[in-house]
């Protein structure tokens, strides 16, 4: 017995003296950087003509002729309605004939004071009309703005802007520039007016709604990550990054967030010097103080 216990003794093998090596979690890195950060906000804005002129009949009359109808684009000038006097109409127009030498005809015609489009017509052809009687109504073309009602509490938001972005409902955008506020207020949605001008390339109708990013915070040249790079708990009340002490270790660094215009997160604390490192991916579910093997 005692010789087979030493002769398995013998045969055991050495204990190795290394350890395992340690798990290091591939990443990428990122450093941080700085961008001129803004949040929006979306408000509805309606399209109307300011000016709007009533054609009126300049004689009393029959309307013998319709040049424009609802809706049509007229220039400057433009002759849109053609009367006749009762006179006129009653002797078949032959006043011409019976004396060469007299220049009325018994006709007038009602031209465009300007360029515009037809939003009401409000007669016939053939109708009988008295001198003054609204024949159309004309919408000048260089007057369409939109009107944005803003709760009262956000108007210095709108005063801050001078340029939004308009966005129409097929996804056309246009440039607005943002005029004094009206002088009233809505007493019952505290809402008040704002006119942006727009200059737009084709007619636009009137009542169309538009949706208007307006600037709500702006902060230049602030410190932010890739979105990527921020980590938070489920309730996302608690935001993290993982910065990079050495070339193999990563520790757990809370962070104050900012803005977050979806690619880039601002970081209002701590302070980041622009050379510290961060990881960019591989990040999830990484332990304080982890090891960590860099990725190109």
Known sequence: MLGLLLSACGNTPKESAQEAPDLQTPVQVTLAGHHDMASYIDLN??????????????????L??????????????????????????????????????????GTS???AAQAGFITMVNHQKGDYVTEGETLAVLSNKSSLVFL???????????????????????????KGTIAAPLATVDSIAQTQRFIIRVNPVHAIPENLVAVARVINVAHPNA?????????????????????????????????????DDGKQIEILSPAFSSNERFVLTGNYGLADTAKVKIKP
């Open 45 to 62: 804005a309606s399209a109307t003509y300011l000016e709007k002129s009533n054609i009126k009949a300049s004689i009393n009359g029959y």
């Open 64 to 105: 013998r002729d319709m040049k424009v109808k609802m809706g049509d684009v007229v220039n400057s000038g433009q002759v849109l309605f053609s009367l006749v006097t009762k006179e006129a109409q009653a002797i078949g127009n032959s006043i011409n004939r019976l004396d060469p030498g007299f220049k009325f005809s």
């Open 109 to 111: 015609n009602i031209r």
């Open 148 to 174: 944005l009602d803003v709760p009262y509490a956000m108007r210095q938001n709108l005063v801050n802007n001078a340029v939004v972005m308009l966005t129409l409902p097929d996804g056309e955008k246009l």
């Open 223 to 259: 410190l932010t990550l890739p979105k990527s790079a921020l980590l938070s708990n489920e309730t996302e009340d608690e935001f993290w990054v993982m910065k990079l002490i050495n070339d193999s270790t990563a520790v757990k660094v809370i962070v104050k967030k900012g803005i």
